[in-house]
């Protein structure tokens, strides 16, 4: 087995951002232990943090330090103080944008599934949701989010261009990705009505002759996130643009339980970047309840993109063992007992360590009350 050095990135962020990427570094740091890798983590500043301590949301010397690492692990980013002053000229999100068109983060990448342990959890009902599982390609640096902007005083305006480049990129992606899964693929446009949907339309038909082996669908996005309630069973891999997706995908978390428990990767020219896809809720900061399974998961991407696919597989065990054995923050712990942050990225650690595989009495025990001393 080939030992690896790896170089991450970590960007805390803002809220429980800290908190979570802790705990995704204690498991990796438990990967590295048992398997003999080494990782080296650089802390660093990005988003509402960034901006108090720096006036900047993103600091050259974080970006410098992306540059240089091979892969990110960010926590979350946002501010109440930014969010609720429509005026501020500095917000932490432009952070993030910038990252993502700096470094060449094109494909966001979001699994979601419906855990059957979780499906109590979900607004949706059992029969609807169980056996959910799929995979959301959204394009990430086009669109809406970077087209051209302006405002007077009455009006505004937000322009969304795509080329064929962009959008031919992320689609072989998600075509390799279908041909790997179910051998399913869905475009979600708006086609009927937007003109770089048709393009976008277009450019998917034109690659599928390369994918003679995926089936491909169209929907509209309205339709779409019906869909999405209606039956998720039908989805496997789900590509669309920059705001679609964004939405879509934080739609389809009602699935998963939390948005607690979704991963997700952003990947391009560059490095990789990996994080949770829920934001800072800055209401639990520091309150040793915020879920940590989403940032543990993504670092789980993580080993994938390093072609440690044993190492990655292992995580997940470790997190299906906690939620089999009900070791969960107070968003899954509805009934019963809940445990702090901290407690379950232990928990997952050691799982980890001991192969993920029926954790003796004594040491759950010691888990349970935080008294474990494992790593």
Same mark, same amino acid.
């Given at each position: 087995?080939?030992?690896?050095?790896? @170089?991450?990135?970590?960007?805390?962020?803002?809220?429980?951002?800290?908190?979570?990427?802790?705990?995704?570094?204690?498991?990796?740091?438990?990967?590295?232990?048992?398997?003999?890798?080494?990782?080296?983590?650089?802390?660093?500043?990005?988003?509402?943090?960034?901006?108090?301590?720096?006036?900047?949301?993103?600091? @050259?010397?974080?970006?410098?330090?992306?540059?240089?690492?091979?892969?990110?692990?960010?926590?979350?980013?946002?501010?109440?103080?930014?969010?609720?002053?429509?005026?501020?000229?500095?917000?932490?999100?432009?952070?993030?944008?910038?990252?993502?068109?700096?470094?060449?983060?094109?494909?966001?990448?979001?699994?979601?599934?419906?855990?059957?342990?979780?499906?109590?959890?979900?607004?949706?009902?059992?029969?609807?949701?169980?056996?959910?599982?799929?995979?959301?390609?959204?394009?990430?640096?086009?669109?809406?989010?970077?087209?051209?902007?302006?405002?007077?005083?009455?009006?505004?305006?937000?322009?969304?261009?795509?080329?064929?480049?962009?959008?031919?990129?992320?689609?072989?992606?998600?075509?390799?990705?279908?041909?790997?899964?179910?051998?399913?693929?869905?475009?979600?446009?708006?086609?009927?009505?937007?003109?770089?949907?048709?393009?976008?339309?277009? +450019?998917?038909?034109?690659?599928?002759?390369?994918?003679?082996?995926?089936?491909?669908?169209?929907?509209? +996005?309205?339709?779409?996130?019906?869909?999405?309630?209606?039956?998720?069973?039908?989805?496997?891999?789900?590509?669309?643009?920059?705001?679609?997706?964004?939405?879509?995908?934080?739609?389809?978390?009602?699935?998963?339980?939390?948005?607690?428990?979704?991963?997700?990767?952003?990947?391009?020219?560059?490095?990789?970047?990996?994080?949770?896809?829920?934001?800072?809720?800055?209401?639990?900061?520091?309150?040793?309840?915020?879920?940590?399974?989403?940032?543990?998961?993504?670092?789980?991407?993580?080993?994938?993109?390093?072609?440690?696919?044993?190492?990655?597989?292992?995580?997940?065990?470790?997190?299906?063992?906690?939620?089999?054995?009900?070791?969960? @923050?107070?968003?899954?712990?509805?009934?019963?007992?809940?445990?702090?942050?901290?407690?379950?990225?232990?928990?997952?650690?050691?799982?980890?360590?001991?192969?993920?595989?029926?954790?003796?009495?004594?040491?759950?025990?010691?888990?349970?009350?935080?008294?474990?001393?494992?790593?």
């Amino acid at each position: 087995m080939d030992v690896l050095n790896k @170089t991450i990135a970590v960007l805390p962020g803002d809220g429980i951002g800290p908190e979570v990427c802790r705990e995704a570094v204690r498991v990796l740091e438990a990967v590295g232990e048992k398997f003999g890798h080494h990782f080296t983590f650089e802390t660093h500043l990005m988003g509402a943090c960034a901006i108090d301590a720096t006036g900047e949301p993103l600091p @050259t010397e974080t970006l410098e330090a992306c540059f240089e690492a091979d892969a990110i692990l960010l926590g979350a980013i946002g501010d109440p103080k930014y969010d609720n002053n429509p005026a501020a000229k500095v917000r932490p999100e432009q952070g993030l944008l910038k990252l993502r068109k700096s470094l060449g983060l094109f494909a966001n990448v979001r699994p979601v599934t419906a855990y059957d342990v979780l499906l109590p959890h979900s607004p949706l009902k059992n029969d609807r949701i169980a056996g959910a599982d799929m995979l959301f390609f959204r394009e990430l640096t086009g669109g809406i989010y970077f087209g051209e902007k302006g405002r007077d005083e009455n009006t505004a305006f937000d322009n969304c261009t795509y080329s064929r480049y962009e959008i031919a990129r992320i689609a072989h992606l998600a075509f390799q990705a279908a041909q790997n899964r179910r051998k399913k693929l869905t475009l979600v446009d708006k086609a009927n009505v937007l003109e770089t949907s048709r393009l976008w339309r277009e +450019v998917v038909q034109e690659i599928s002759l390369e994918y003679a082996d995926v089936a491909v669908d169209y929907l509209f +996005v309205d339709n779409a996130a019906m869909q999405l309630i209606l039956n998720p069973r039908q989805f496997d891999v789900v590509l669309t643009e920059n705001m679609f997706g964004d939405i879509l995908s934080d739609e389809a978390s009602v699935i998963a339980g939390s948005l607690g428990m979704l991963p997700s990767a952003s990947v391009g020219e560059r490095v990789a970047l990996f994080e949770p896809i829920h934001g800072s809720y800055p209401q639990a900061k520091g309150k040793n309840i915020a879920n940590p399974i989403a940032a543990i998961l993504s670092a789980a991407m993580m080993l994938e993109h390093f072609e440690l696919y044993q190492e990655a597989e292992l995580m997940k065990q470790a997190v299906q063992e906690a939620l089999d054995k009900k070791i969960l @923050t107070p968003d899954l712990a509805a009934s019963g007992v809940a445990y702090g942050t901290e407690q379950v990225g232990t928990f997952i650690a050691y799982c980890v360590l001991d192969g993920a595989v029926d954790v003796a009495l004594p040491h759950k025990v010691n888990m349970e009350v935080g008294l474990s001393t494992i790593i």
